[in-house]
């Protein structure tokens, strides 16, 4: 089994930036996919950007491409959200995920982390 731990949330004025960060436990980070899904309040978890094994596929949703950026590190089994020009309508708890398929649906990801809150203040 995988073991994820988001770090990196917290309260952030509109136009702000975060880094959010996952580390993932084990000797095989680089054999999956890397996922960062969000859920606010009342909504369904959606997918928010998707990063290959090898780090040179990635996919965005819509509603952050050209805002957040999806990166990873298999020497540190570590991969980030960059999240610029944040928004109040980015408010959610952000999740790790992994798959052993570049994939963008959730019911795909065999491994989660708890979250961690990401608010974004107007």
């Known amino acids: 089994q995988v073991q994820l731990v988001e770090s990196g949330g917290g309260l952030v004025q509109a136009g702000g930036s975060l880094r959010l960060s996952c580390a993932a436990s084990?000797?095989?980070?680089?054999?999956?996919?890397m996922g960062w899904f969000r859920q606010a309040p009342g909504k369904e978890r959606d997918v928010v950007a998707i990063?290959?094994?090898?780090?040179?596929?990635?996919y965005y949703a819509d509603s952050v491409k050209g805002r957040f950026t999806i990166s990873r590190d298999n020497a540190k089994n570590t991969v980030y959200l960059q999240m610029n020009s944040l928004k109040p309508e980015d408010t959610a708890v952000y999740y790790c995920?992994?798959?052993?398929?570049?994939?963008?649906?959730?019911?795909?990801?065999?491994?989660w982390g708890q979250g961690t809150q990401v608010t974004v203040s107007s």
């Open positions: 995920a992994a798959s052993s398929s570049f994939v963008i649906a959730a019911p795909f990801y065999n491994y």
């Open positions: 084990g000797r095989t980070f680089s054999s999956y996919a």
């Open positions: 990063i290959s094994q090898s780090g040179v596929g990635t």
